[in-house]
């Protein structure tokens, strides 16, 4: 089992910047990639960035050249920060790691509400 503890949401006008992180624990030895996903209210829940173990990166369209996804895995942390924030960010925002090879992910955490107003 995999713990995740996320935190750094909160509050920004448009146009501000966040930063989110998260604290992998528990059996982390097996952790592959870790991302971010998000989830808007009446919305699917939608991938907004991943990274592998090696640092390779991937983006959803709508926030390529704004954020940034980051790990340190001596921390077992991830990060994700946030710029040139639009009101249509506003998500609540998960972290998630996976222990496979291929795509998707295995452990969630509670996630992270963050807000921007225009």
């Known amino acids: 089992q995999v713990q995740l503890v996320e935190s750094g949401g909160g509050l920004v006008q448009a146009g501000g910047s966040l930063s989110l992180s998260c604290v992998a624990s528990?059996?982390?030895?097996?952790?592959?990639?870790m991302g971010w996903y998000r989830q808007a209210p009446g919305e699917q829940r939608e991938l907004v960035a991943g990274?592998?173990?090696?640092?390779?990166?991937n983006y959803a369209d709508s926030v390529k050249g704004r954020f940034t996804i980051s790990r340190d895995n001596a921390k077992n942390t991830v990060y994700l920060q946030m710029n040139s924030l639009k009101p249509e960010d506003t998500a609540v925002y998960y972290c998630a790691v996976s222990r496979r090879v291929g795509p998707g992910y295995d452990y969630w955490g509670q996630g992270t509400q963050v807000t921007v107003s225009s």
């Open positions: 528990g059996n982390i030895f097996t952790i592959k990639s």
């Open positions: 990274i592998t173990r090696g640092g390779n990166t």
